[in-house]
């Protein structure tokens, strides 16, 4: 079996439909990318999507057509280029690197439709704030309101690198040096997002830790500005 032939057909096939907009990455894994498959092996392929798992059963769907009209054994496992931003998954991240990538958006286009997916979550978490302090929970409102500021400067980080740092610290730092240090966001918001990043873990950690309405108004209107910050990039 000729399969990189078999790999173009289906691509081929995905692609007469709307689906092509909205597949990232297509890898081939598993033993024919090796280049040792067996005898009733099947072709593993792992496809990453830029809505999440939308689309999964219409992939499927439109996968398992193609496998009925070639007769053909396919293993498909389907996921969002959430898990690239950063790569934490060792599947994924083993999937990546040893197996082959048969196709690809550029990159910049999945960047930034990772950082528009980034920002709809920020704006859900940030309404989720609003409505918790309505109910006087705090804590958790400050929590939530953090979450909404940090997934924008990570949409930030990604219009200009191509991962992430793991660590909470370390996307307050990467968006400092990108953005407040070079003057394209004012000062003042790097300092907020700091002390946001502090009230959020005394508010997650710190049982005894007594906070005001202030502290949580504090956060949401940073991330109130973050977001609108953001929108102007997208």
């Given at each position: 079996m000729d399969i990189l032939k078999v790999i173009d057909e289906l691509k081929e096939y995905l692609f007469q439909t709307p689906l092509k907009e909205k597949i990232a990455k297509i890898i081939l894994f598993g033993s024919y990318a090796k280049g040792v498959p067996k005898k009733g092996s099947d072709i593993d392929i792992l496809i990453f999507t830029t809505n999440g798992r939308d689309l999964e059963r219409e992939i499927l769907e439109r996968i398992y057509d193609f496998m009925v009209e070639k007769n053909l054994p396919f293993e498909v496992l389907i996921d969002s280029i959430?898990?690239?931003y950063p790569l934490r998954d060792y599947f994924i991240y083993n999937a990546s690197k040893n197996g082959l990538e048969v196709y690809s958006m550029e990159k910049?286009?999945?960047?930034m439709e990772m950082a528009k997916s980034l920002h709809r979550l920020a704006e859900e978490y940030l309404e989720s704030?609003?409505?918790i302090l309505e109910k006087g929970r705090l804590r958790i409102a400050i929590d939530s309101a953090y979450n909404s500021?940090?997934?924008?400067?990570?949409?930030f980080i990604l219009l200009k690198e191509d991962d992430l740092p793991g660590s909470h610290g370390g996307i307050v730092s990467?968006?400092?040096?990108?953005?407040?240090?070079k003057g394209e966001i004012e000062k003042e918001i790097g300092r907020k997002l700091n002390i946001a990043l502090e009230l959020r873990n005394k508010a997650r950690y710190k049982p005894n830790e007594i906070f005001s309405k202030e502290d949580a108004l504090f956060v949401i209107n940073l991330a109130k500005t973050l977001l609108e910050a953001l929108s102007k990039k997208l």
């Open positions: 959430d898990s690239l910049s286009k999945i960047k704030a609003e409505e500021a940090e997934l924008c400067a990570k949409a990467l968006f400092g040096n990108l953005y407040i240090k």
